[in-house]
């Protein structure tokens, strides 16, 4: 994979011919009919779409989560649906990132510790591992709450450490299903800068999956779902300050 990723000049993740479909009882249910489209890396792309219409199954189908019933998905130019589920799970260990609604941090780990247990698994050193997750603590600004536990932290401080505990292993790809969803104006306007400043200065691909406006609003190209395609997609215009002014 890596001497792959490092030639690879075409999109960061490609999916082609998408299809996926759940059993409800006797009944099956089409959610994704053929969902082919390009990412890029350096950008916010973010999902957006009625509630059931598919966006957190296309997302765990483009980040490996599962699999598609047809269809290919090409990451950096190599065909992720044909790895085994050991190459998988090193694959999302060594390049992919998640932020989930829910937080799904430790209860009984401090903010230090949930952001360097990853790094442990990837064969880092205590010491390096440390070190690089006091880096990504201080880059969500939670260097002064390291030592706290989920309990005694706020939403968007929980969040934050969840983004560090994504970021501290430097992952190509970062994927996040509504990851402003259970914040307030200021918390969640946070996390959509971090996702943006990831995208921008560490050249991620960052694919976010929400229904809100404020993310919609900012991202740098959405892609609108409906009836199991991407039904329109768009980059909304940005202010001379960077700041969305319009959604198309
Ligand atoms: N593992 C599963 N088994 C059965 N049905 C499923 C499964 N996963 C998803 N579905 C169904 O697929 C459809 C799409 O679900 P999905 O979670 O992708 O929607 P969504 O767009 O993310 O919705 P929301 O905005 O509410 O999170 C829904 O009808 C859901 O019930
Ligand atoms: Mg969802």
Redesign the pocket.
């Known amino acids: 994979m890596n001497k792959q990723v490092q030639n690879w000049q075409g999109h960061s993740i490609e999916a082609q011919g998408l299809c996926k479909s ?3 009882g006797e009944v099956t ?1 089409k ?1 994704l009919d053929g969902v082919s489209i390009g990412i890029a890396a350096g950008e916010l792309t973010l999902i957006s ?10 997302l765990s189908l483009l980040s490996a989560l599962q699999k598609p019933d047809a269809g290919r998905v090409l990451i950096l130019g190599q065909d992720i649906t044909a790895l085994g589920q050991k190459d998988l799970q090193r694959f999302r260990l060594e390049h992919t990132g998640f932020i989930f609604q829910g937080f799904n941090l430790f209860g009984a780990l401090t903010a230090l510790e949930q952001v360097q247990l990853p790094l442990g698994y990837l064969g880092l050193s205590d010491k390096q591992a440390r070190e690089r997750a006091m880096q990504a603590l201080e880059e969500v600004d939670m260097l002064h709450r390291v030592a706290s536990r989920p309990a005694q932290l706020s939403g968007g401080e929980k969040q934050r450490v969840a983004m560090a505990r994504a970021l501290a292993k430097r992952p190509q790809f970062l994927f996040a299903d ?1 990851p402003t969803s259970a914040l307030d104006g200021e918390n969640g306007h946070n996390i959509v800068d971090i996702l943006h400043r990831v995208a921008r200065e560490h050249g991620t691909t960052v694919l976010c ?1 929400s ?1 809100d406006p404020r993310l919609i609003g900012s991202a740098d190209r959405v892609l609108a ?1 409906e009836d199991g395609l991407i039904g329109r997609e768009w980059r909304p215009e940005k202010s001379a300050h960077g700041e969305s002014n319009a959604v198309k």
Do not use: A, N, Q
């Open positions: 759940f059993m409800s249910i959610v779409g009625p509630s059931g219409c598919g966006k957190s199954t296309l509504e999956v229904h779902m």
